[in-house]
């Protein structure tokens, strides 16, 4: 009997590709295949056996690897879906770990092609925030370990919320996300203090070392106010991204012990204060608050249905086009993906995708250089990719 398949994919896959996939499903040479354009999604295996995985990204040019953050020191090769096994970097030493803890994240230069440039983020053995530039050796898939300037150092007060999100901007400046401090409730009043980076968004000059600060940066020059600082009033961000097509900046902010939150602003819209630790959601931490100058997040749930959000990115690739233009999220708890799109200022056309959630425990999303998206599973430590379903009737 001549088997026959239905392969879903999306109308810009190369139809050889996936009528490959059909084939070495079944081993037969000649089964039919059916393509179907406008799939749903499904999670399609990349690399199992990672170690406490936080992010999975890649160089803006490099189609042919991804860089796995392990929050236990190491950045890990994936090659044409093979893991290397050598690390890019083990810095396994030069940090703390676990909890909130450890490697924290991993950003590329906008010109890494050029000048080798990438930096990370991590927990010291005292428990402080640093931030390294490093470089890549001649070897692509080796980084040149001994060798790193220190762009950022912050005294970490307590061992929770140190956010750690790196990301270059469309701008070509370099943003990074600050917790509170940690403990609850911010006990120093970090969120709403402009004096100190903690619960910040930063946005830096990483040109040359040290950083500088962008003139056009919201609060330079005023008395009080550090000039790194971007957006105020953040708790725990994890993660922030730009929609690559129209340089949104999307911060999904981990709330206290009632919300979870995710904030929106459009591309170069600095300044915003979103609330923190006035506010928790579109809610009062503080009774009796006044939300005057704060900006509310433009979509909120209750822990009801999670306990810890964890962001995402808007769909840009060309494999499933039934996300395009969808930003993507999920809990850490509850292990639901869901999407939205950020429309004229608001969150509109919510989604569950049933279909990309691995089982819980999602640490973080991924982006490759196309614009294909990935979803991280913390344990038992493996990288899904989003692919058009493929199914046997």
Known sequence: MIARFRVAVSRHAAPALWLAVGLAACGKQDAPVEVVANAS?????????LDLPLL????????????????????????HDTLVGVPFLDLSTAISCCGERGLLG????????????????????AGDTRVLRYHVSADPERATATAADTVLSQAQPFSNHNGGN??????????????????????????????????KLLRIDVSSMPYTVPATNPFVGQA???????????????????DRLTGALYIADVGQSA???????????????????????????????????????VHDYTHSDGCSVTGGYVYRGTRVPALAGLYLYSDYCSGWVRSFAWL??????????????????????????????????????????????????
């Open 41 to 49: 999604p499904a999670l399609q295996l990349v690399t199992s056996g």
């Open 106 to 125: 991993l950003a590329f230069h906008s010109q890494y092609a050029t000048n080798g440039f990438f930096f990370v983020s991590y927990t010291n053995p």
């Open 224 to 242: 009080g106010v550090r000039p790194e600082i971007w957006a105020v009033g953040l708790r725990n961000p994890w993660r922030f991204s730009f």
């Open 344 to 393: 004229n200022g608001t969150a509109s056309d919510h989604r569950d995708w049933p279909s990309l959630a691995p089982g819980g425990n999602i640490s973080s999303f991924g982006e490759d250089a196309r614009g294909e998206l990935y979803v991280v599973q913390y344990t038992p430590g493996a990288v899904f990719r989003i692919v058009p379903a493929v199914t046997v009737p």
């Open 259 to 297: 919300r979870e939150e995710i904030d929106v602003e459009a591309a170069g819209a600095g300044g915003r204060n979103y609330g923190w630790s006035t506010m928790e959601g579109m809610i009062c931490y503080v009774a009796g608050c006044s939300t005057a100058g704060l900006t509310l997040p």
């Open 166 to 199: 790196l990301a270059f901007g469309p701008d070509g400046y370099l943003y990074f996300g600050l917790g509170d401090g940690g403990s609850g409730g911010d006990p120093l009043g970090n969120g709403q203090n402009t004096a100190t980076l903690l619960g």
């Open 56 to 79: 999975v990204t890649a160089p803006p040019s490099d189609s042919a690897r991804l860089f796995v953050v392990e929050q236990s020191g190491r950045i890990r090769v994936v090659r």
